[in-house]
């Protein structure tokens, strides 16, 4: 608990949203295969070592974990031969497993596998060899190469990802607006890093560290305005340290450009931010504090001085020594706006810091504000405990996601609104004083603003407790985005539930038979901003009969369920990249960038039977009178075309 805890989050960004085969690995692979009969291939695997390091082969085991594997795209191909080495290696004692003896390689080998196929054999596949190498006291297991096959008489996928002809700067109406404003984005992101800040600021760490701090500062005698310059200064350095958190986001940005959707919809990360969740919402209960290495606030501490160096470690200082307050707070910041890109991040993060430096400048500069602050007390422990039930309930989307994407059917909507009645009924029974926690005082009587709050809490308990029927109210337009979509319910028939088109050709076909327009959603199962259309603009009684003149297609970029063998590919995007088809997600993903050149969900595009552009493509667009304007401009774009 005590190691950096969100220093790991953070890593996790950025290791898991990166190529698993870098251009430098140290051992690269390729591969070929050959005809061994009736739908079986053999696989040759050819490994480059150019500086001598131990490959360890196929055959050795480290205490039940398997030193190469390979990892199929899909259940149908079985493994008829194992995996194995063409010649023998040689044999190495190692110190890491005392002095046990493995089989390496130390120059270029070869390995061969199996495969055979009990459905159609596709023309081209990707594989995965997860293997293990080291050299000497260097020990890299799992690592993972992607290797790409050609299958000889496999059958040629014919699918097109680009529509020929489709001109997105010359749509046949003027309307929409296909440029992304974010600014107003960007001030609601601040004002919410703002809000958490100020929590933070309310926390046993921070809250009496103000009068401290200020009264500092204020004792200069006959040079006041050098201690209010200073202190000033401190509050800036404070803004400035947390900003720079957001910094490897920006040059992450820079390494892989789909790094922030791979974060939102990477069902191991998902689970990892819960995890994370879990144990920053117990650390504010009380049961244990998340601390960084003392070393690294004794080494800030011991450079603090009077000039702007000594504040800056000040600042520093504080930063550290209240990292078992404001890293909960900052983790959910940082999972929840890193999923937006490196700017979102970053107005997040400088809103943390404003809220949490500002108070020490403004205290300085006005040193009789602190007669009118409360005095430190347990109200400051309710406020942890509250963060901790809100950080449960904010765990519970991250697993919900990993749920949604990968297909689990396991929180369904109706079971993510009774587990989080459960939490704020929990919550609600805290406030009273039914129930304490490891840092409440005991006897404590219970205030009139706790016992507000508490009522506050157990009418929003109320208000989404019908999110768990199978009823018209079932609806919580105020949460929408959270819950999962209303058709992923334990309900046979949900009530609010109108399942629309899930994939392009279909949607083509009726167009053209009925024509009618077709209107995209490019949407995802993690996307919020999704759910918050469906639900609050999409149910809009005009937006409703509108839509219903259209074809109707939902196209999920962020869905996991692999495609059938004969569907799965290399395609080559229109700037010469490769990209691997192989999921679902994959396949929609590549259909929005290549078409419409745009990566945001949600994204609306409106079609013509013979697929030309009628209008100019729309992200989110909660206002649904404008909504509305763009839907029945497309059907008059729709009406100029000829039969």
């Not at 196929?58 to 080495?85: M, R, V």
């Not at 607006?177 to 601040?190: A, N, Q, V, W």
């Not at 996991?560 to 290399?570: A, H």
Request: proline share 5%; net charge neutral.
């Amino acid at each position: 608990m005590k190691n950096i805890l969100l220093s790991l989050a953070c890593f996790f960004l950025l290791v898991f949203s990166t190529d698993a085969q870098s251009k430098n690995d140290p051992i690269t692979w390729k591969g070929k295969t050959t005809i061994a009969g009736q739908n079986k291939y053999l696989v040759h695997l050819m490994a480059e070592n150019k500086d001598g390091w131990e490959l360890y082969a196929p055959n050795n085991n480290f205490e039940g974990i398997k030193s190469a594997e390979i990892i199929l795209p899909d259940s149908s191909i079985k493994i008829y031969s194992p995996l194995q080495a063409i010649v023998a290696g040689e044999k190495i004692s190692s110190s890491i497993f005392q002095g046990s003896t493995f089989e390496v390689f130390k120059k270029d080998v070869e390995w061969t596998i199996g495969l055979e196929f009990t459905q159609a054999v596709p023309a081209h596949l990707n594989i995965q060899l997860n293997y293990t190498y080291g050299k000497k006291d260097e020990f890299f297991p799992g690592e993972i190469s992607t290797i790409p096959l050609d299958f000889e008489g496999g059958k040629e996928s014919t699918s097109s990802l680009k529509i020929e002809g489709l001109s997105i700067d010359q749509p046949i109406a003027a309307c929409g607006d296909s440029e992304k404003k974010s600014d107003d984005g960007l001030m609601k992101i601040f004002l919410l890093g703002f809000l958490g800040g100020l929590f933070a600021l309310l926390t046993p760490c921070v809250f009496p560290m103000v009068p401290l701090t200020v009264s500092f500062f204020t004792k200069h005698g006959s040079n006041k305005k050098k201690g209010k310059r200073l202190a000033v200064l401190y509050g800036f350095f404070i803004f400035l340290i947390y900003v720079a958190f957001s910094l490897p986001f920006h040059l992450a940005g820079n390494i892989n450009p789909s790094v922030y959707n791979d974060i939102s919809t990477n069902v191991y990360l998902n689970i990892a931010f819960f995890v994370i969740f879990l144990i920053f919402a117990f650390s504010f209960f009380g049961f244990y504090e998340i601390t960084l290495p003392g070393g690294l606030a004794n080494s800030a501490n011991a450079k603090q001085g009077s000039d702007t160096l000594g504040v800056f470690f000040m600042a520093l200082t504080l930063t550290i020594v209240s990292f078992s307050c404001t890293g909960p707070i900052l983790g959910t910041l940082l999972v929840g706006t890193a999923t937006a890109g490196a700017w979102p991040l970053t107005a997040g993060l400088a809103g943390f810091g404003v809220a949490l430096g500002l108070p020490f400048a403004l205290f300085a500069l006005f040193p009789q504000w602190l007669n009118s602050l409360p005095k430190s007390g347990g109200w400051l422990n309710t406020v942890k405990v509250v963060l901790g039930f809100i950080e449960l309930a904010l765990a519970l989307k991250f697993i919900s996601n990993a749920d949604l994407v990968a297909h689990w059917s396991l929180i369904k909507r109706e079971v993510f609104f009774g587990v989080w009645i459960l939490l704020f009924l929990g919550l609600f029974i805290y406030l009273m004083g039914w129930i304490r926690f490891p840092h409440d005082t005991k006897g404590l009587k219970i205030s009139w603003q706790r016992k507000i709050l508490a009522v506050l809490v157990l009418l929003f308990t109320f208000y989404i407790s019908p999110g768990v029927t199978n009823s018209k109210y079932a609806n919580i337009s105020l949460i929408s985005g959270f819950p999962p979509p209303v058709c992923y319910s334990i309900y046979n028939d949900p009530v609010n539930c109108e399942e629309p088109l899930k994939d392009y050709d279909e949607a083509l076909k009726l167009a053209k038979a009925q024509n009618k327009p077709i209107l995209i959603d490019f949407t995802g199962w993690a996307c919020v901003n999704c759910r918050k259309m469906e639900e609050n603009v999409w149910t809009n009684q005009q937006v409703k009969a509108l839509m219903d003149q259209y074809i109707l297609v939902s196209l999920y970029v962020d869905d996991k369920k692999p495609l059938p063998l004969d569907q799965q590919y290399l395609y080559k995007t229109s700037s010469g990249t490769e990209v691997s088809i192989t999921t679902v997600g994959n396949k929609w993903s590549v259909f929005q960038t290549e078409n419409f050149n745009a990566t945001s969900q949600p994204w609306y595009v409106v079609l013509s039977p013979d697929q030309r552009l009628i209008s100019k493509p729309i992200g989110y667009t909660p206002n649904s009178e404008k909504f509305a304007a763009w839907l029945s401009c497309g059907l008059t774009g729709m009406k100029q075309i000829k039969p």
